[in-house]
């Protein structure tokens, strides 16, 4: 069966549990005391596990304070110049593509749907990344509100759908009776906390790709299909592969192997093709096979009637592939890393943006408390929503139909 199929399965059924415990939840108010009996809540697709509770209040000092909200503060404006930045752009391109009659650029952004917008390789990684920023996120909303005199009622972990989770919860009575300085700090520090791991992240990713710099090679041509009734087909040539050699002449690019294939169109030419097979491995990552094979391609004067010089392959450039030898746990620590960095700085910039339940979208209620411009605060936040889903939208559609 295929793996996208059953990874829709699995997803289905997971969510299919999540709603008939929710229902449960509602409907049975035994069942409901005996998961609070073990700490455990059920919201909607998710299920929550209380794990500690009860942090008293500190103050730090004074310049301690202002260097955490000067923190929080341009953390938050920078992750959402980012944000806006990526998606004013991406309108723009998106309206000057469609008034030109050409397809819609790819998304910016994609919802995380395992098997369907991302490889079942990919599904450990993001998992712990995942698990890892939330958790960072929520720590640095508990740490900066204990510091800042806000006491912690709780906080725990849980399962969104299938994506691990952390959450904290605050005095919210008291919280809301603290003024801006302090509700700028414990907003933004998640934002800033997933900021700093993004980096971190990004820092250490330049060590592991120096580990692995004696397992590449390149570079390559890559088949990545053969057009059905030409010669590559009728010789079986294999996807995914790389071209190494034609006829024992070296071939590394695009213009060598036009060369190569031109040089006899005036008669029936045997081409002997030696190539590596690609396999995928550690994070979906493609590797060189240990052996190589030879395909004999026979290219007759009809053929370059009809096609040219064409033998019917696509193919991609790749400046360097993975050899066989290289270690599993070497990909996937790099694989984790690359992970790391992008789901902590997508955790920042999403929190970040006015969105209604984000950090941003409650910081900006806050700015915006009085009477007098919360409509203001409703219509950027209301616009800003449309917009994500719009975008959101049109990933999720290419995705499907990639």
């Given at each position: ?306 096609y040219g010089y064409r033998i019917g392959v696509t193919l991609a450039i790749a400046p360097y592939l993975f050899i066989a030898q290289v270690p599993d746990y070497l990909l996937y620590t790099y694989c984790q890393l690359q992970v790391l960095y992008v789901v902590n700085l997508s955790l920042a910039i999403i929190n970040s943006a006015p969105l209604l339940i ?45």
């Amino acid at each position: 069966m295929d793996p996208r199929v059953i990874a829709v399965v699995a997803l289905l059924a997971l969510v299919a549990v999540e709603v008939v415990l929710y229902v449960l939840v509602r409907s049975s108010q035994r069942f409901r005391e005996s998961l609070s009996r073990y700490r455990v809540s059920v919201e909607p697709l998710a299920v929550l596990v209380d794990v500690g509770s009860g942090v008293g209040p500190r103050r730090l000092g004074k310049l301690a304070r202002y260097s955490v909200l000067t923190v929080s503060a341009v953390s938050v404006v920078f992750s959402a110049y980012m944000f806006y930045s990526i998606v004013i752009n991406y309108l723009s391109n998106l309206i000057r593509s469609l008034a030109s009659g050409v397809g819609a650029p790819p998304s910016p952004m994609v919802p995380l749907l395992p098997g369907i917008t991302f490889g079942l390789g990919l599904l450990p990684p993001i998992l712990v990344a995942v698990g890892i920023g939330l958790a960072v996120h929520e720590f640095a909303h508990l740490a900066v509100a204990v510091v800042s005199g806000v006491p912690v009622r709780g906080w725990g972990i849980g399962l969104a759908v299938v994506f691990p989770l952390a959450y904290v919860r605050v005095d919210e009575e008291r919280f809301s009776r603290e003024g801006l300085e302090v509700k700028t700090s414990v907003l933004g520090a998640g934002v800033a906390a997933n900021l700093a791991l993004a980096l971190a992240s990004l820092a250490v990713t330049g060590l592991a790709t120096q580990a692995l710099y004696s397992y590449v090679d390149g570079p390559y041509l890559v088949v990545v299909g053969v057009e059905e009734g030409m010669p590559a087909a009728r010789a079986g040539l294999e996807v995914p592969s790389v071209i190494v050699s034609v006829n024992g002449t070296r071939v590394d690019s695009l213009e060598k192997l036009r060369e190569l294939l031109n040089s006899s169109l005036d008669r029936e030419t045997v081409f002997e093709v030696y190539t590596i097979p690609l396999t995928r491995g550690t994070c979906e990552f493609y590797k060189l096979s240990s052996t190589g094979k030879v395909y004999t391609i026979r290219r007759g004067l009809e053929d370059v009637r009809r096609y040219g010089y064409r033998i019917g392959v696509t193919l991609a450039i790749a400046p360097y592939l993975f050899i066989a030898q290289v270690p599993d746990y070497l990909l996937y620590t790099y694989c984790q890393l690359q992970v790391l960095y992008v789901v902590n700085l997508s955790l920042a910039i999403i929190n970040s943006a006015p969105l209604l339940i984000t950090d941003g979208g409650k910081l900006l209620t806050e700015l915006l408390r009085s009477p007098k411009v919360r409509a203001v605060d409703r219509a950027i936040q209301w616009t800003t929503v449309a917009l994500t889903a719009l975008v959101l939208t049109i990933g999720l559609s290419q995705a499907l139909t990639h």
